[in-house]
């Protein structure tokens, strides 16, 4: 098998309950990163294997061009409920970079169906991370991700991340969200407006930077941009969806309405591999009238969409935005104490169940480590000799130094176990700092 990490061992998984993971060998680890910021409503949920196996049972595949199903019809007019878009139309596919290749071509489909022709430049953010399928790799802002394949690579505008720890605007911390919305209004009339189909950003950056929340009025002022300009605002969701940060989704701190909506990851809690691109009922009816070229053997899962409902109901019956709000209040305030004082600690920051602790050389000028320390990787192996799972951000502070741990446990995290994983990183950063490996 070609690994998804290569020359080094991995353990053999074995189970899995609540924020809980087992390996083969009988070792148990705090899962505090939820694989990849994943498993929203825990491992081994009963309802959603139950929905999973239910569906599988009456009919696990039929294709899109020639059914749809219950449990499809079901899920797409329940999710419409929640999601942040005026009269919601998902277009379900198998996870978050084809979720984002959907909305991208839907932004396209859009501005075709109008007449737009000339509509074609996607402008995203440095900074920034959509997946690794080439036209989400090129709207990703990962500077290492993006290096082997630059050839194939460029037709996307970046303008910078909105990071209050490393703003690098002169005017910083004077009104930086307008002063970002400025840049992008002065880069899509230099790219020429009417060139510009869409605009894509993570509401709050997941992996690439770690858990980063732009300054106040960045939102609302930057969805004004892209409406002033007709360029369609995509919302990416993939790791803030579905409760992660303390609401619904991350547009809602801010009442932000996106055109363009893309799930994945939590959608479907690391049950199914599911996703999906949402659209607007005004984006929806132009692809209506244009039509929308486009589909995967797997999209439009009947399992998938049965799964997604599940985790939906989980999420929605039992509490689960309000539980990930609570405990991520707690545990952003216990990793605050716990590393109260540790020289390497620059920040702790995020919304809901999505933190980050940044670590630097010294908190005073926030120089980054150098890369080829790999701290990250070192801190998370000896966590991981403790039994806690974390998620790695490196890269973020230049485009190839910085380090930062990412925290993204299941909802149903217990109080205690979001205060034992306070206190086993503390033990892992005091290890590397003694100069363990
Ligand atoms: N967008 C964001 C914000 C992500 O965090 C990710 C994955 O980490 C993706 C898109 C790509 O999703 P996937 O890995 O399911 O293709």
Redesign the pocket.
């Known amino acids: 098998m070609l690994r998804r990490v290569l020359g080094r061992d991995l353990p053999v998984v074995s189970h899995g309950r609540g924020a809980l993971l087992y390996d083969r060998d009988g070792n148990e680890y705090l899962d505090a990163a939820g694989g990849?910021?994943v498993v929203n409503v825990g491992h081994g949920d009963e309802s959603v294997v139950a929905a999973m196996a239910a569906q599988a049972r009456r009919v696990a595949f039929a294709h899109g061009t020639q059914f749809t199903s219950d449990a499809l019809e079901a899920y797409a007019s329940d999710v419409a409920t929640v999601l942040p878009l005026d009269d919601a139309h998902i277009y379900p596919v198998s996870?978050?970079?084809?979720?984002?290749e959907t909305a991208l071509k839907i932004a396209r489909a859009f501005h075709l169906a109008r007449g737009d022709a000339a509509r074609h430049r996607v402008v995203a953010r440095a900074g920034?991370?959509?997946?690794?399928?080439l036209a989400?790799l090129d709207a990703s802002g990962r500077p290492a991700l993006r290096a082997p394949y630059e050839p194939w690579l460029g037709r996307t505008h970046h303008v910078p991340a909105a990071y209050e720890y490393r703003c690098p605007l002169p005017s910083h911390p004077a009104d930086c969200g307008r002063r970002h919305a400025e840049l992008l209004d002065e880069t899509f009339r230099a790219l020429g407006p009417e060139t510009v189909a869409c605009f894509v950003a993570?509401p709050v950056v997941?992996?690439?930077l770690g858990a980063v929340t732009p300054p106040p009025g960045y939102w609302p002022a930057v969805a004004e941009v892209c409406r002033d300009h007709g360029v369609l605002l995509v919302a990416?969701?993939?790791?803030?969806g579905f409760g992660r940060t303390g609401e619904w989704f991350a547009c809602d701190h801010w009442g932000v309405r996106p055109d363009v909506l893309?799930a994945?990851?939590g959608a479907a809690s690391g049950y199914w591999?599911f996703?999906f691109a949402a659209c607007s009922g005004h984006v929806f009816r132009a692809l209506e009238r244009g039509g929308f070229t486009h589909g995967f053997t797997y999209s439009h899962s009947v399992v998938g969409a049965a799964v997604a409902h599940a985790v939906l109901r989980r999420l929605r019956d039992d509490g689960l935005v309000a539980a990930a709000g609570a405990r991520g209040a707690r545990l952003r305030a216990g990793l605050s104490d716990a590393l109260d004082g540790h020289p390497w600690v620059g920040d702790v920051r995020g919304t809901g169940l999505l933190v980050a602790v940044e670590l630097v050389v010294r908190p005073a000028d926030k120089t980054p480590f150098p890369r080829s320390e790999r701290v990250t990787e070192r801190v998370l192996a000896r966590a991981a000799r403790r039994g806690l799972l974390v998620y790695p951000s490196t890269g973020g502070a230049d485009g190839r130094d910085g380090d930062v741990l990412l925290f993204g446990p299941p909802f149903v995290i217990t109080d205690e176990q979001v205060d034992d994983v306070c206190a086993r990183t503390r033990a892992a950063l005091d290890d590397v700092a003694a100069g363990a490996d």
């Open positions: 990849a910021i996870g978050g970079s084809e979720a984002i920034s991370y959509h997946g690794n399928t989400a993570e997941g992996a690439a990416d969701e993939v790791m803030t893309v994945a990851k591999p996703g």
